[in-house]
């Protein structure tokens, strides 16, 4: 390990070396919050994505205004507050904004941290469990509620486990393909795209099982919607 590190350190001293010498200088500083040093740079020049690795998360930055547009190894919300009669938000019992999911995206895995980095762990309920049974049969009223509108053949039985259950810990970034299937023809319909472009995204977005054996194939969320954005921008 520690040759490498002296590798990488020197590669990178090279690196500012050569920089100096061609007259290359910064041109724009963007902050990345998170802990840790970075350990290595991807750049989608074509999506204009910076990829960002360090400590146990991946961001993602969009290089033409610095902004952090969420973390590839991090689940994260898609949503947005519950608009009253009145035209302002509604409030729950805590005085907190009440939040529904944007139909113009994909939605991740349901989160007991409300997908906190720090704070990642999975619900502490049993298959026996009353309040476990209540929590996921309100999910299936809330899944089927966003989706079958867009999907009329859809049914409780034909939900996908990860639709309504949480992950080990909580912040899981990827989706089921069935998942990502479903959701395809709400994206379709508020997008106005047609079902087979959708599909033909969520392909390109699927990662495959670990070692080419191990575990399902996922989709991840927040790169799926990032190249939804890119083909279909929201006026």
């Known amino acids: 390990m520690i040759g490498i590190k002296s590798l990488l350190i020197g590669l ?25 040093g970075f350990d290595y740079l991807t750049l989608d020049d074509t999506a204009h994505r910076l990829y960002i690795s360090h400590a ?21 919300s898609f949503s947005h507050p519950l608009i009253g009669k009145n035209g ?15 139909k113009r995206y994909f939605q991740p895995r349901p989160s007991a941290t409300e997908y906190s980095g720090d704070a990642t762990f999975f619900a502490n309920v049993g298959p026996n469990s009353v ?17 079958k509108p867009f999907d009329q053949g859809l049914t409780k039985e034909g939900i996908p486990v990860d639709a309504v259950t949480n992950s080990a810990s909580g ?17 379709a319909a508020v997008r106005g795209l047609p079902l087979a472009e959708v599909e033909s995204l969520i392909a390109a977005h699927t990662s495959g099982r670990g ?11 927040l ?9 279909a921008p929201l006026k």
């Open 12 to 36: 990178f001293v090279t690196t500012l070396l050569w920089q100096g010498s061609t007259g290359y200088k910064v041109q724009t500083r963007y902050p990345v919050p998170g802990n840790g």
């Open 88 to 102: 302002k938000p509604v409030l729950d019992e805590e005085g907190e904004e009440v939040l529904v999911p944007d």
């Open 211 to 221: 070692l080419g054996v191990f575990g399902e194939p996922g989709v991840n969320v």
């Open 171 to 187: 912040v899981d970034p990827e989706i089921s393909e069935a998942n990502a299937r479903i959701q395809a023809h709400r994206i």
């Open 56 to 76: 146990t998360q991946v961001d993602v930055v969009d290089v033409d205004n610095g902004k952090v547009v969420g973390s590839k190894l991090i689940g994260q």
């Open 131 to 147: 309040e476990g049974r209540e929590e996921v049969r309100e999910r299936i009223a809330a899944y089927l509620k966003l989706e």
């Open 223 to 231: 790169e799926l919607n990032i190249a939804l954005e890119e083909k």
